[in-house]
């Protein structure tokens, strides 16, 4: 089975502040991973996915993830917030072997202060 | 192209009533998958659909349903509603089994 974990349900941070959020996982075999952006009333938007390529991911709108397998981490950063950040954003993980089924984190809903 | 669209947007329904939610996938999307996103919480799996054959399906229980028409389109039907049904429900498209889901915008449902 598969979970993840983000730590920290909300967090605050300066416009301008770098934007860390922080995604483990558990998973018995390799991982893809993503994170996804929720504006409020809305769908799911993807900012970047690690499918075994290089282990520092390159997203939208700025935001960058690395994979590192010795801490189960994917933890997603932005080196300046904006106050369009101001969303909440969900850490998943799928199994390869199982197609696209997500197993999502429980969010983190950033606020961006100005 | 339009992206994936799901109907309705939001409703209300009483328990003890039936509900069906549809979902048109991304032209050239053969995978519609269903989720459930109750309010402060990640979203969790409910069914997968590839070629009109079920592959894939969450913990849930027997009450939810699902099935995909020819045209790739989608619905969820879920029986004897609860309280605890009330969430956004949300489907995603992709064009294979395991390539990248994209999601629609949700329908909002409210039991009372």
């Known amino acids: 089975a598969q979970s993840v974990t983000q730590l920290g349900s909300h967090v605050s941070v300066s416009e301008g502040a770098l934007v860390l959020l922080r995604c483990n996982y558990s998973?018995?075999?390799?991982?893809?991973l993503f994170w996804y952006v929720q504006y409020p009333n809305q769908g799911l938007q993807l900012l970047l996915k690690?499918?075994?390529?290089?282990?520092l991911v390159k997203g939208i709108n700025g935001f960058e993830a690395e994979f590192k397998k010795s801490e189960t981490s994917f933890h997603l950063t932005k080196p300046s917030a904006h106050m369009s950040d101001a969303a909440e954003y969900f850490c998943?993980?799928?199994?390869?072997?199982?197609?696209?089924?997500?197993?999502f984190g429980g969010g983190t809903r950033v606020l961006v202060k100005p | 192209d339009a992206g994936v669209t799901q109907s309705p947007t939001h409703l209300i329904k009483t328990r003890g009533q039936h509900v069906t939610l549809r979902c048109s996938p991304i032209s050239g999307h053969k995978s519609v998958s269903w989720y459930q996103q109750v309010l402060g919480q990640g979203p969790q799996f409910i069914f997968q659909y590839y070629e009109k054959e079920e592959r894939g399906r969450g913990n849930f229980p027997d009450r939810f349903s699902a099935r995909q028409f020819p045209n790739y389109s989608s619905e969820l039907n879920v029986n004897a509603l609860l309280l605890g049904d009330s969430a956004l429900y949300l489907c995603?498209?992709?064009?294979?089994?395991?390539?990248?889901?994209?999601f629609g915008q949700g329908t909002r449902l409210t039991v009372v």
């Open positions: 998943a993980v799928s199994d390869r072997a199982a197609g696209n089924k997500l197993t």
């Open positions: 998973s018995s075999v390799p991982p893809y």
């Open positions: 690690y499918t075994s390529a290089a282990t």
């Open positions: 995603a498209s992709s064009q294979r089994v395991n390539t990248e889901a994209f």
